[in-house]
């Protein structure tokens, strides 16, 4: 058997079968990182849901179900969070996230815009209600212990892209039309763990 001059003549290379069991996993592996966000809603495949059914167990359970559509030819609606805060005074303030103004640099900023993003993923029909709960209660959370508040209002608001014909009109892309908006839930001190 000739010897390879490249390995050290201690070391052994792992059988065939075990090398082609580890070259179907890679495999699949990338695979599931592409289907991932090619079959994130608002997806028209038949083959791309498919996939997604098949692989969604492995895609949950390392977070690969997620999508890019923002960077894609149409991309879909953004997602932001407001929220209201009633401080022990009994005065309110409001806020939203992500703020390009108050989060900065702008890694935070997209921080922030990726939380907004995830809660909106939870509003799937599909997704478990209580995960969805859990997760705007940890955000609630966060922002009453910012905030020093007494009480957490959180909606999640949906801004919609313009169409072509609706920007040659002159809509401007802070069109109040563009918004859309609907309550995640009131939380309060007393729902602290």
């Known amino acids: 058997m000739p010897t390879n001059p490249n390995i050290p003549p ?6 065939a079968a075990v090398r082609a069991i580890l070259s179907v996993l890679i495999i699949l592996h990338v695979l599931a990182v592409f289907i991932g966000p090619w079959a994130m809603p608002p997806q028209s495949s038949e083959l791309a849901a498919s ?19 923002f960077f894609a030819p149409e991309p879909g609606p953004s997602h932001l ?21 108050q989060h900065k640099p702008r890694l935070l900023y997209h921080r922030y815009f990726m939380l907004s993003e995830f809660i909106n993923t939870l509003e799937n029909p599909n997704a ?10 940890s955000y609630a959370q966060h922002l009453a212990h910012l905030h020093q508040a007494t009480q957490v209002k959180l909606y999640l608001r949906r801004h919609f892209v313009p169409r072509m014909s609706e920007v040659r009109q002159g809509m401007r892309l802070a069109d109040k039309a563009l918004y859309e908006e609907h309550p995640l ?4 001190e007393r729902d602290e763990p």
Do not use: H, I, M, W
């Open 185 to 188: 839930g009131t939380f309060s």
């Open 10 to 15: 201690n070391t052994q290379q792992p059988a």
């Open 81 to 101: 969070v407001r929220y209201e805060v009633t401080l022990p005074d009994g005065s309110q303030q409001q806020g939203v996230f992500p703020d390009r103004r």
């Open 128 to 137: 478990p209600r209580d995960r969805a709960e859990a997760y705007a209660k």
């Open 51 to 69: 996939c997604a059914r098949l692989f969604q167990p492995y895609l949950e359970s390392l977070g690969l179900a997620n999508g890019y559509r």
